[in-house]
């Protein structure tokens, strides 16, 4: 993770004009800076390298995640779409023959009619 961290980080200064000198920060460097205060420095900075990794790959997973709700939303939109022309095409059918998709209307008196008759 820390090679993909360091690539986020310091892809943008390949860009900078080569009289800028960017310079490693050294906390000890720093005249005044007491051994405790570079530390405590030191122990900043890698809590937030650590948040940063983390909120990093939390970024990957909700991109994924995302990829594949689109995908799943891709897909339910079809169906319905099929589904919404499948049901208009009946329901046209049915108006212009109102008898088509109806049983026939047989009750019990009339099989025993049949029966007995």
């Given at each position: ?13 390949d ?7 960017v ?30 990794e ?64």
């Amino acid at each position: 993770m820390s090679d993909e961290l360091d690539e986020i980080l310091y892809s943008e200064l390949d860009c900078l004009p080569d009289a800028v000198q960017v310079e490693e920060f050294e906390p000890n460097a720093i005249e005044g800076v007491s051994p405790e205060d570079a530390t405590s420095d030191n122990i900043k900075i890698d809590e937030l390298t650590s948040d940063l990794e983390n909120a990093l790959l939390e970024i990957k997973n909700l991109k994924e995640e995302n990829r594949i709700l689109k995908e799943e939303n891709d897909i339910l939109a079809k169906n319905i779409s099929s589904l919404y022309r499948t049901a208009t095409s009946e329901i046209r059918k049915l108006q212009s023959n109102p008898t088509r998709g109806r049983k026939p209307n047989r009750s019990k008196h009339s099989n025993h009619r049949r029966q007995n008759g």
